[in-house]
């Protein structure tokens, strides 16, 4: 570790990165999973189970329409003041949301306000999580060594899926120790409510992190953000390249736990138990399978690792399902784990360092969070809503939901077509600047 990159902050950094990760898809994964088995009858008891199944997944998706607000919001504050102060702001906003879920009256208790309170609440937490991830990509980023930004900007995602352990774990065990009638009356406010402790851990962690040395730096210059429009004007292309890199990605990370959960209940194949146990088996190979391809992705480049593991997501999908649809635990919990491993691990792996290595560093928090974000809604957000209608228009069969995951994949596969390899760029500090990228392209 160099001077300008001193190890006691990294780790800092790095740390709060990490455990601000686990908090947000502790917090999404969870929302996931009620929504799938209990917000229905919770929040929607007087509407069929279809629809209100549609309507939960409907509260679901505006969580995500709220993200590119919080992805402009935070990631201009984040140019201008600093990565390390906006992500305070950002896990309490998020975690507050969350928290006060867990305390929310039912329908059956005040009526139509309830689900109204729900969806301001699903808008509080998509506006933290739009700042939080980009926040912590760009803060890791910027702090990494140059030969290992992949590794270890990877380890962001692995985040993800520590927090999905807790939320699959929990939810699974609540479910299964429970009766329907207590679980579904107050057992599923246990998850949320308890998140409280790690927003508590986050913010004393947060709150020791120092700025990164490339945002310093660009202070030091006198340098200040350019406008938006401005910089998009002249980021459009990296801005579209991420938006269209993630759509394949977030879409699956929903259709293969949330939509694939509800598939396999209603259809009788399988219990949520089993399925959440599956989610939380694949949660757990996930972990140390997103810092081993970041790793590979030091060594290769990020183009090829995201690659194989979109095409092999793309190809995997009418397996996975088969097997979820085969009622049987051990292939229900290998397909699973396969998907994770395979097909999420080596894109989530990639994605913190490829997207903020696309982006200069005045415009970095900026560019990551809102491209991140815009793709998000057309992708995972809205992924398990129209993936139920679509398998109900087509008379319970998957082979509408197959069609819709072909043309997100179209999509992203055209965006790695296009998108350029940024593993040699020297420094992170002009990364976005043409003239000055060739000069700090270096072999390999």
């Known amino acids: 570790m160099t001077a300008t990159r001193p190890a006691r902050p990294f780790k800092r950094a790095l740390i709060a990165s990490i455990s601000g990760q686990a908090l947000e898809w502790y917090d999404f994964y969870l929302y996931g999973l009620a929504a799938a088995l209990v917000f229905p009858h919770v929040f929607f008891p007087g509407a069929s189970d279809f629809v209100g199944l549609l309507a939960s997944f409907g509260t679901f998706a505006v969580g995500f329409v709220a993200r590119p607000v919080g992805g402009l919001v935070f990631g201009r504050l984040g140019d201008r003041i600093g990565r390390s102060p906006t992500l305070v702001i950002t896990i309490l906003v998020m975690g507050l949301g969350t928290v006060a879920i867990g305390l929310l009256p039912t329908y059956d208790q005040v009526g139509v306000i309830s689900p109204i309170l729900l969806v301001l609440l699903r808008v509080v937490q998509g506006i933290g999580v739009g700042g939080e991830w980009s926040g912590s990509a760009v803060l890791v980023l910027e702090y990494a060594p140059e030969h290992r930004r992949g590794f270890f900007s990877s380890m962001i995602n692995s985040g993800e899926y520590i927090g999905t352990l807790p939320a699959a774990g929990l939810f699974t065990l609540m479910s299964a120790t429970m009766s329907d009638a207590s679980f579904s009356s107050w057992g599923w406010r246990i998850p949320f409510l308890v998140s409280v402790l790690a927003v508590v851990g986050s913010l004393i962690i947060r709150r020791a992190v120092e700025e990164t040395p490339a945002f310093q730096a660009v202070q030091g210059e006198g340098t200040r953000p350019p406008s938006l429009r401005e910089s998009l004007r002249s980021q459009w292309r990296s801005v579209a390249t991420v938006v269209g890199l993630r759509i394949l990605e977030n879409a699956s990370a929903y259709l293969i736990t949330a939509f694939a959960v509800t598939y396999a209940e209603t259809t009788g194949h399988a219990s949520s138990t089993v399925t959440t146990l599956g989610v939380f088996l694949a949660s757990a190979v996930a972990i140390p399978m997103i810092p081993l391809w970041g790793y590979v992705s030091d060594l290769v480049g990020r183009k090829k690792v995201f690659a194989g593991g979109a095409c092999f997501m793309l190809a995997f999908y009418v397996p996975f399902f088969l097997l979820v649809g085969s009622g049987q635990t051990g292939p229900i919990w290998l397909a699973f784990m396969a998907a994770y491993a395979f097909g999420m691990a080596p894109m989530l792996s990639v994605e913190p360092s490829w997207f903020a290595e696309l982006f200069p560093t005045e415009f970095r928090f900026s560019g990551t969070a809102i491209s991140s974000n815009v793709g998000a809604v057309f992708a995972g957000g809205l992924a398990p809503f129209i993936a139920t209608a679509l398998f109900g228009a087509g008379g319970d069969s998957l082979s509408l939901v197959y069609v819709y995951i ?39």
């Open 406 to 444: 072909g043309m997100l994949g179209l999509v992203t596969i055209t965006a790695i077509v296009l998108a350029r390899e940024t593993r040699s760029l020297r420094t992170v500090a002009y990364a976005a600047v043409p003239e000055k990228q060739d000069a700090q392209q270096e072999p390999h």
